[in-house]
T-cell receptor
């Protein structure tokens, strides 16, 4: 079973930052926090991952709390194309991905 | 990154028949996985396709229903056998290089299966 907890859905305004929370209170020391998204009718797409430090790439930023029990994915300037289901997943290197329910994000004009 | 091609992209099948889905990767990868996504649901892992040995199935999935082949490091097939309408789902192939190659998993675009 998935070990992360995410809100079922959220709306955000186009052009504004979208902040997606995730709780992973039972994360192990060797597990990373991964974020994927699935746009309708497509396969999941990797966004970003981190262990304990904050990470940023061209798609998003990942903020991990010091105790590693929660994290926030930040889409800095949400566009309509960011409408998708976003999955937060704990995963150790070499292990399989276990998907939870994710957060259904709707970006509105 | 790895590019994954899945065939067919969609199919409509009669109940009682079988469908084999192909997954081709453009590079050698250590780990290949098959997932099922039922309508409106999240992804559920069916099995890990092991090169040169039998696949490792997750709880609730059996080899007789979902036989898997992995003849080399770039190719795998999943067969959905003796189909019923409950098998109508999207089936996705995924690859992960494991600890030594890629740090993230890549997914095919999926095979949308409808059983009538």
């Amino acid at each position: 079973d998935a070990k992360t907890t995410q809100p079922t859905s959220m709306d955000c305004a186009e052009g504004r930052a979208a902040n997606l929370p995730c709780n992973h209170s039972t994360i192990s020391g060797n597990e990373y926090v991964y974020w994927y998204r699935q746009i309708h009718s497509q396969g999941p797409q990797y966004i970003i991952h981190g262990l304990k430090n904050n990470e940023t790439n061209e798609m998003a930023s990942l903020i991990i709390t010091e105790d590693r029990k929660s994290s926030t994915l930040i889409l800095p300037h949400a566009t309509l194309r960011d409408t998708a289901v976003y999955y937060c997943i704990e995963k150790a290197a070499g292990n399989k991905l276990t998907f939870g329910g994710g957060t259904r994000v709707l970006v509105k004009p | 990154s790895a590019v994954i091609s899945q065939k067919p992209s969609r199919d409509i099948c009669q109940r009682g028949t079988s469908l084999t889905i192909q997954c081709q990767v453009d590079s050698q990868v250590t780990m290949m996985f098959w997932y099922r996504q039922q309508p409106g649901q999240s992804l559920t892992l069916i099995a890990t396709a092991n090169q040169g040995s039998e696949a490792t199935y997750e709880s609730g999935f059996v080899i007789d229903k979902f036989p898997i082949s992995r003849p080399n490091l770039t190719f795998s097939t999943l067969t959905v056998s003796n189909m019923s309408p409950e098998d109508s789902s999207i089936y996705l192939c995924s690859v992960d290089g494991g600890a030594g190659t890629y740090t993230e998993a890549f997914f095919g675009q999926g095979t949308r299966l409808t059983v009538v």
